[in-house]
């Protein structure tokens, strides 16, 4: 075997430590020789004397002291040439002091110290610079062979922090800036020029050779995002982008990871500003139980539930693998919080009875339903159980172990329900409201649309059919649904639980409906095909059950306005509390029976509205549309 060389024997740190030290060495003599140079007698600096000595152990001082060995001479920049003024002013100050102390300084010159840090700073910091400046050179001819040409749309702080680390990455090089500010035109950032704005694009990304475009915009909203996608999609590139800053913050996502614009990206509306204290003192130091705590809502409950700082929590939670899976994420970011997860059914009653005597919650979050419609239509026994049933077990449990706040997570299909789903959470919703008569809980409702991204929705549904090679499924031209992100929907929850006195039906501007059809269409071209083109949209027909449209309150629910500007409140509609029990004890001997039939009576004497859809669609002339100024609506 060879034996290693000297230079493979020496570690990179004791080589710069070698280099320092020497042309401290270097500075001090050439001081010195500079000082007395002039004089017309010379005097020589005698380089193995104390005073000499005495110098180079200062300065190894002040180098360790600043943190110079630290920084990589690959990545000098201006934190380090920091160290080293730093380094060597207080190495001249302190050598002064010393050779005070040691000789009065005699045989050596105070300019020397005004000449000699001038010189180290040179000596230290050129070298560093020198070498990056080379490692930098090396690496672009290596990007100009192997990586790709890249445009960075927004020349802000995003683009300029997303372009210093694209110089570490060897996949692409930064070939220029698109920013819509005439102000940065002809300027560089990091020596990458701004070479015009988004109107030019498509010109400019010809121009360059760019061979793919990265989206550095994170605070862009939904409107912005839209144009600057469809001026991307127009140059036939791929694109990128950086996340959103919420989705930053949050600790979903690092601020310059590189992802594909997703949905969300284009659907996602203008963040909702909450009232955050009031959250929080609603949760932090709290005991808490969710059910469905496993599921696309109730996970997104749970963690952020475990971020405001609450004591305990208790997962319900019925599916074996979402309760592991949720687990394994909570216990890993939140080591210290209490966590207890349960499997089970929360309306097996002693199962619920038990995850109550264990968690003695103060909040509680019943996210366990199920959601997909067409799917329960047929099905009403197993939607009346779990849907309405179990709300009333859980509600139970929550008086009898004095809860202080239930939250119910509710869905707009409950409003003037055409399908078997809406109507038994309608039923949860009635169930909630006489359950919070005359009790010490505050019983508080949340209706929202469709959640982007949720399981057994229809974004997960179009990108499996989409990378399959469609067609797209899509019931009808006209449909239209609200949507929000699953992390928006937890907050408008968590929200409501701080705003909530007892008995409310909250729900959230959620802003315009979306067509389907565009839906599908905009997450066609996201997938760099064109619709009709390259994957078809297939129009299947409205299912049983299903509305073109969805609404947010029903005409005698007289909604208003709240202290939150995004936060509406339906105005109870009166029940009977005998005819509600009286139904439901009927309806939960039918469910033991497994007599729809009888089922069916009991839904239909509680919802006297509500009419058995069999595919044509039946929306009421009445429907109410939500205004945006948030004022009380008549009947």
Known sequence: MKPP??????????????????????????????????????????????????VLGVQAAMFYWTGLYKGLWRFASVPDLWNILRAVVAGAVVIYLALFLYNRMYGISRSVLLIYPVLLAIFLGAPRLAYRYWKDSQLDL?????????????????????????????????????????????????????LGGTDRLEELARRVGAEMLLIAMPSADK??????????????????????????????????????????????RDPVKLEWNAIRRGLTGQRVLVTGGGGSIGSELCRQIARLGASELT???????????????????????????????????????????????????????????????????EAFRNNALNTRTVAEQAVRYGVESFVLISTDKA????????????VAEIICQITAEDRATKFVTVRFGNVLDSAGSVVPLFRDQIAEGGPVTVTHPEISRYFMTIPEACQLILQ????????????????????????????????????????????TGLRPGEKLFEELFHPLENYHGTSHPKIFEAAPRQQSAALVAAQLARAAEAVQRFDEETLRHCVGALLPAFRWETGEPTQTADVVPLQRGGGDTAA
């Not at 220029?176 to 005439?182: K, L, Q």
């Not at 592991?324 to 199962?351: F, M, N, S, T, W």
């Not at 409003?415 to 309608?426: L, Q």
Request: proline fraction near 4%; aromatic fraction near 6%.
């Open 5 to 54: 060389s000297l230079a493979g024997r020496i570690h990179p740190r004791s080589a710069v430590v070698i280099h320092d030290l020497a042309v401290t060495l270097l500075a001090w003599w050439l001081a010195n020789t500079l000082r007395y140079a002039m004089l017309p007698y010379g005097q020589r600096l005698d380089l193995l004397s104390w005073q000499t000595l005495i």
């Open 142 to 194: 290596f990007h100009a062979k192997h990586s790709h040409r890249v445009l960075v749309i927004g020349a802000g702080r995003a683009g300029e922090a997303l372009v210093r680390d694209l110089r570490r990455d060897s996949r692409y090089v930064p070939a220029g800036f698109i920013d819509d500010d005439t102000s940065l035109r002809g300027s560089r950032l990091h020596g990458v020029p701004v």
């Open 223 to 268: 409107e912005e995002m839209r144009h600057v996608v469809s001026l991307c999609e127009a140059t036939g590139l791929p694109f990128r982008t950086v996340p959103r800053l919420d989705d930053v913050v949050s600790g979903r996502a690092q601020f310059n990871e590189l992802k594909e614009v997703a949905i969300e990206d284009l659907l996602g």
């Open 315 to 381: 997962i319900l939670e019925l599916s074996e693998y979402n309760l592991y899976r949720i687990e394994r994420e909570l216990r890993a970011q939140y080591p210290e919080l209490l966590l207890r997860c349960l499997i089970g059914d929360c309306g097996d009653a002693a199962a619920c009875a038990n995850a109550f005597a264990l968690a003695k919650p103060q909040r509680v979050f019943h996210a366990a339903a199920y959601k997909h419609v067409p799917l329960l239509q047929n099905q009403l026994r």
């Open 415 to 426: 409003v003037n329900p055409t399908s078997v789903m809406g109507a038994c959470k309608r």
């Open 496 to 539: 409501a639980m701080a705003m909530g006195k007892g008995g409310e039906t909250f729900a959230l501007d959620m802003g315009e409906p979306i067509r389907i059809r565009d839906l599908a269409e905009q997450m066609i071209r996201l997938a760099g095909k064109q619709p009709g083109r390259d994957i078809s949209i297939l129009y």
